[in-house]
């Protein structure tokens, strides 16, 4: 018997449905797992009535119900990809700066502070422009860029009265680079495939948000850096986003629930097969 896949999800996107039928071609069960309308038990020997199987899949969109659904089953003995640790990592920009940075991973210059006094010297060392983005969010939302002292102002009082969350100063110095940036899919110790996402009307390469996808030629130097990019973190099943500059590759961010429907069109390579390829590894383990 083939083991058995979990599918832990909030929508039924593309990407599910297409991990769905990589993982029916080689005949192995997968069940799948409606995060919305799951309850798991926290003090309990089982988390759940459900069978998880061999590994879980962990697809959910939302950030903090992946991350503590993941902690839930991790702790209970489940094997989960991607681990909370590494979901806990990508999914916060402050925590992937400082990893990245640890490692000795080429990155932007970034600082974090805590107050708008704060984030106003922290743009005295970066200069302007500079960009603030929230150390928690996709799809470039509230990525805001500082052209001056006035803007930041005016920026950071609104920040006063949203959630404290946004009160962390994220502020990142604006890279010079093409119009353009690199999402390399890495599996495991393998970089499969990659894109180059461009914007047209601002700084945001994002598919979601209307981006335009083109193959990239992966060469050794960016199989190197994305490499050692996703083991800085801890490695899984990533998205690791580079953008070049005079001075060869950075790191800009790293993606724990990686989207794929526009590579996998632009790039003909089958990802939901390196991912089922890559679950049946770990179940084996």
């Not at 503590?68 to 991607?82: C, F, P, R």
């Not at 925590?95 to 805590?114: D, N």
């Not at 598919?207 to 050794?220: H, Q, V």
């Not at 632009?266 to 890559?278: A, D, L, Q, S």
């Amino acid at each position: 018997m083939p083991p058995t896949i979990s599918v832990v999800y909030d929508q039924i996107r593309w990407e599910e449905k297409a991990i769905l039928e990589a993982a029916k071609s080689r005949g192995v069960p997968v069940n799948l797992v409606d995060a919305k309308t799951a309850y798991f038990s926290l003090t309990g020997e089982q988390p759940s009535p459900v069978d998880f199987g061999d590994v879980v899949l962990q697809r959910c969109v939302s950030y903090f119900r992946n991350l503590h659904i993941t902690a839930i089953l991790e702790l209970k003995g489940y094997s989960v990809v991607n681990p909370y640790k590494v979901t806990s990592i990508c999914g916060n920009k402050l925590l992937t700066s400082l990893f990245l940075s640890k490692a000795g991973i080429p990155t932007p210059e970034t600082y974090v502070a805590f107050t708008p006094e704060g984030a106003l010297k922290a743009l005295d060392e970066i200069g302007y422009p500079a960009l603030i983005k929230p150390v928690i969010g996709s799809w470039g939302r509230l990525i805001v860029p500082l052209k001056d002292r006035e803007t930041a102002e005016a920026v950071f009082e609104e920040r006063l009265y949203m959630f404290p969350l946004y009160q962390v100063y994220y502020i990142q110095k604006i890279v010079k680079r093409p119009p353009r940036d690199l999402r390399i899919f890495v599996i495991g110790e393998e970089a499969i495939t990659g894109i180059y996402r461009y914007s047209f009307r601002d700084l945001k390469t994002n598919i979601a948000r209307g981006g335009k996808a083109e193959t990239c030629r992966l060469t050794d130097e960016i199989r190197e850096i994305s490499l050692k990019a996703a083991e800085a973190v801890g490695g899984g099943i990533l998205g690791v986003d580079l953008m070049e500059t005079n001075g060869g590759y950075v790191v800009h961010e790293i993606n724990h629930t990686i989207e794929f429907h526009a590579t996998v069109k632009t790039t003909k390579v089958n990802i939901p097969k390196y991912i089922v390829g890559y679950l049946l590894r770990k179940a084996k383990k």
